[in-house]
């Protein structure tokens, strides 16, 4: 008989996380973005480290993440991922996102660079869009901020 185990939400710091965290939050952008949406950017920017990053893992794998960090005036949402899509993940992330938000960064303002094909899924969990279209690494892309 298998049993699935309950899901986990974790919300860490990067100077929080253990390295095994950090290489399975690395092979799910890995896994997302370079191999199947095939995106080839320097995805190690020098963000990570100033930045939260949540996961919502099962079994231990990841199925949703993103990281958060204060840009000095704003809060700023990237990397979003889900590894199971159609289920729900990304939007308990996002709200995750938003509630760790209001604890960490005096900015009620959160914004996010959204890949045009993800716009809707952006608006549903309450996003706006705040710019025309732009290139990022290729990819159409539209910037949204949700004031919280």
């Keep these: 008989m298998f049993v699935r185990m309950a899901k986990t939400l974790s919300i860490k710091h990067f100077t929080d996380l253990t390295a095994e965290e ?5 092979r799910a952008r890995e896994t997302v973005f370079l ?3 095939r995106i080839v950017c320097q995805d190690f920017d020098g963000v ?7 996961t919502l893992k099962e ?11 204060n840009d000095g005036k704003d809060t700023v949402i990237g ?3 889900t590894t199971e899509r159609g289920r729900g993940y990304g939007l308990q992330i996002m709200a995750a996102a938003e509630e760790a938000a209001l ?15 993800a716009i809707p899924f952006y608006e549903r969990c309450g996003y706006s869009i705040i710019s025309e279209e732009f ?9 949204m901020e949700k004031i919280l």
């Design 35 to 37: 191999l199947e949406q």
């Design 22 to 26: 950090f290489y399975d939050i690395a």
């Design 135 to 143: 290139l990022e690494e290729g990819v159409p892309h539209k910037m």
């Design 59 to 69: 079994d231990g794998k990841i199925l949703a993440y993103l990281r958060m960090f």
């Design 48 to 54: 990570d480290k100033n930045s939260f990053h949540i």
């Design 79 to 81: 990397r979003v991922l």
């Design 103 to 117: 604890e960490n960064f005096p900015s009620r303002r959160i914004i996010l660079h959204s890949q045009t094909h």
